[in-house]
């Protein structure tokens, strides 16, 4: 049994496999299909390329060259998965980069606010189940951009991805501001100085290095080569919170903080951080599709949203009782220095964000060959494609120790970008694909959804924005 990833495997011509690999985020969680027509066809220029089963209506996005490929060689993925393993992909994909925020939201919101954390559980499974349903409304969707495609075409779709790409692109810079902030701490009183760096501090040297580590692996255009760290980050996503519910039984720690009863003021910024730890929603197509019965999607959701929900709240509430004030933004940055369940989470959480460059690179990768390279030979795709991921992530580095400040930029992307993905886009093509069909109070409710994403989106965005400029301008006055 395959826990927390999906393979799907078909029979292939001209050995071109097909693999799609499901791993966490932010949770900014993604996930990275790599379809063997299109793999084929990326490797043999001569060959044309039709990816994504993007043949819905009239409207096809095609890449051809000499020859045309028949939609018959578009296999469809085995569907093998059964409700166990459908519920565990959907869990892994939620548990992410969130759960450290989780007891700073809860302490600074007020533990009433663990309300809110609720509610928009409660809601983003039922998106979830929207989606399921805009999935078999229509067979040939795929993927998150497919429904955004069925619903208003191209432009549905480009919105999609615009919104896709953005949440990936700042998901890594709070991994990177994540692996900063937690290598900082696993080197405490450590003094590294380059005369080509000067200008850096200790943490900041070794973030570049820690990144030019992982710079490699964006080379790599074989998924298999690199779904090990799907996995592996998942795993590190929950060291973390084991090693948090050891220091409570077993560090010493006094469990005695009094969380305030509700900060109003405080409710915009930390439902970004909310909202961010339930973003997933762009794999969970993939899952449906994997699914033995597609008609137990929404169980499933149900299942997931509320093993991930009471994870959340239960960390929340222990880290807030742990540290109370005191609390950090990253919960491991709060833990008792010297123990060994310390040194465990703050290593878990360094491995994590290197786990996550190429994964979440991939997709981006895959859109530059369908669109530029698919003509190209494989060894140039190769050079090409690995130093445009180099400029980014070398981006992402700047950007990241630029602005260090993880709980902003975590609920920036939160407001900004997963409130849209999550609650606002989900309803929309609801309504707009059952328009003919869907009744008054589902009308209403729907409504009432994206309503409320805006205000959250709105509101959390300016808020963020805020504070984040508002602790820019203060560290460089001060220094």
Not at 62 to 86: H, I
Not at 300 to 322: D, Q
Request: hydrophobic share 45%.
């Amino acid at each position: 049994m395959k826990i927390f990833s999906i393979f799907s495997n078909s029979k292939s011509s001209n050995s071109s496999k097909e693999q799609m690999v499901t791993e966490s985020t932010h949770g900014a969680n993604f996930a990275v299909k790599w379809v063997d027509s299109c793999e084929a066809c990326l490797e043999d220029g001569k060959k044309s390329c039709k990816c994504e089963n993007d043949s819905i209506g009239n409207e096809e996005l095609q890449y051809e060259t000499k020859n045309d490929l028949n939609d018959n060689d578009a296999r469809p993925v085995e569907a093998n998965s059964s409700f166990l393993n459908s519920a565990m992909n959907m869990i892994g994909m939620l548990i992410g980069l969130g759960q450290l925020s989780t007891p700073y939201a809860l302490e600074n919101g007020g533990w009433i606010s663990c309300f809110l954390l609720i509610a928009l559980g409660i809601a983003s499974a039922y998106t979830s189940h929207l989606l399921g349903k805009c999935l078999q409304n229509n067979k040939k969707t795929r993927n998150y951009t497919d429904i955004g495609f069925h619903a208003f075409g191209r432009h549905g779709r480009a919105i999609t991805a615009s919104f896709i790409y953005l949440e990936i692109f700042m998901a890594l810079v709070s991994y990177t501001i994540s692996l900063h902030d937690n290598l900082n701490m696993v080197f405490l009183g450590t003094n590294v100085h380059f005369p080509w760096a000067h200008h850096l501090s200790t943490s900041q040297v070794l973030t570049v290095f820690a990144v030019l580590v992982a710079l490699p692996s964006l080379w790599l255009r074989d998924l298999s080569s690199i779904s090990f760290l799907s996995t592996g980050g998942i795993i590190m996503s929950l060291m973390i919170f084991v090693t948090v519910a050891c220091t409570t039984f077993f560090g010493g720690v006094s469990a005695n903080h009094v969380i305030p009863a509700l900060r109003l003021r405080n409710i915009p910024h930390i439902s970004g951080l909310y909202i961010f730890s339930y973003g997933g929603h762009i794999v969970f197509p993939d899952i449906h599709r994997a699914m033995k019965d597609p008609s137990k999607f929404t169980k499933v959701s149900i299942v997931s949203f509320t093993c991930v929900t009471l994870l959340y709240i239960s960390l929340g509430f222990m880290g807030a009782k742990l540290f109370g004030p005191e609390v950090n933004s990253q919960i491991t940055l709060s833990m008792p220095r010297g123990l060994i369940f310390t040194k465990i989470a703050l290593w878990a959480t360094v491995l994590t964000p290197m786990t996550k460059y190429a994964l979440e690179f991939a997709p981006l990768a895959i859109q530059l060959e369908h669109k530029f390279l698919y003509s190209m030979k494989s060894q140039t795709k190769m050079i090409i494609r690995g130093i445009v991921g180099s400029i980014l992530l070398l981006l992402i580095l700047v950007l990241a120790l630029s602005v260090p400040y993880f709980q902003y930029v975590l609920g920036l992307t939160g407001s900004l970008v997963t409130v849209a993905i999550v609650l606002i886009l989900p309803s929309v093509f609801y309504i707009k694909i059952f328009w003919n069909n869907i009744s008054k109070p589902v009308l209403a409710l729907n409504l009432f959804l994206i309503a409320i994403g805006f205000l959250l989106s709105v509101s959390g965005t300016i808020s963020s924005l805020k504070l984040l400029v508002e602790n820019f301008e203060r560290v460089h006055s001060a220094s």
